[in-house]
């Protein structure tokens, strides 16, 4: 069975400040990797993917993320965050064509 | 190119009752997927529509259920509403390599 771990639930950090929501995942198979933000009272959107190639993803609105098979890891970074960075973030894996397992969402709060 | 549609975007029912949501995908994408969103379990998968086929079902009761039609759009429908069901329910599409597009919920209280 595949399993996602977002790591903190909730990251508060200072406006133009690095960060970095940890997410872990576990599957004995190959697996595609995403991160979503979701703003308040509307859906999901993608950020970025990992299906393939190079290890390290860039997305849109300056976030990137790096695929680390050895250690299970697809931790999503961004040097310099905005207040309208503030959002919830959510770690998802699937295999193959199967369904998506999401983690539980990590609130990041950018303050002034 | 128009995104998920959803609709309503809100509805308030009572227990008992029971209630549909429709989900209209992106113009071309076949698979619909359905999830539930609370604060206490996060984001859960409820099921996938491929082609009228249901392709994938999460764990959720027979309460609820789901359909697809020839133009891809999708209805939910949960039967004998319980408190517990109140949510925000999110409707995904998607063509190909597994990128979802979601649409911006429906929101249901259950009174």
């Known amino acids: 069975a595949q399993s996602v771990t977002q790591l903190d639930s909730q990251v508060p950090v200072f406006e133009e400040a690095p960060v970095e929501l940890r997410c872990n995942y576990s599957s004995s198979v190959s697996v595609y990797l995403f991160w979503y933000v979701q703003y308040p009272n509307q859906g999901l959107q993608l950020l970025l993917k990992y299906l393939s190639g190079s290890t390290l993803v860039k997305g849109i609105n300056g976030f990137e993320a790096e695929f680390n098979k050895s250690q299970t890891s697809f931790h999503l970074r961004k040097p310099s965050v905005h207040i309208s960075d503030t959002a919830e973030y959510f770690c998802a894996v699937i295999i193959n064509a199967g369904k998506s397992t999401f983690g539980d969402g990590t609130t990041l709060t950018v303050k002034p | 190119k128009a995104g998920v549609t959803q609709t309503p975007r809100y509805l308030i029912k009572t227990r008992g009752q029971q209630v549909t949501l429709s989900c209209s995908p992106i113009?071309?994408?076949?698979?619909v997927s359905w999830y539930q969103q609370t604060p206490g379990q996060g984001l859960q998968f409820l099921f996938e529509y491929f082609s009228e086929t249901q392709r994938n079902k999460g764990n959720f009761p027979g309460r609820f259920s789901g359909r697809q039609f020839s133009n891809s759009r999708s209805e939910m429908n949960v039967s004998t509403l319980e408190l517990g069901d109140s949510a925000l329910y999110l409707c995904?599409?998607?063509?190909?390599?597994?990128?979802?597009?979601f649409g911006p919920g429906t929101r249901l209280t259950v009174l």
């Open positions: 113009s071309g994408h076949r698979s």
């Open positions: 995904a599409s998607k063509v190909s390599d597994n990128e979802q597009f």
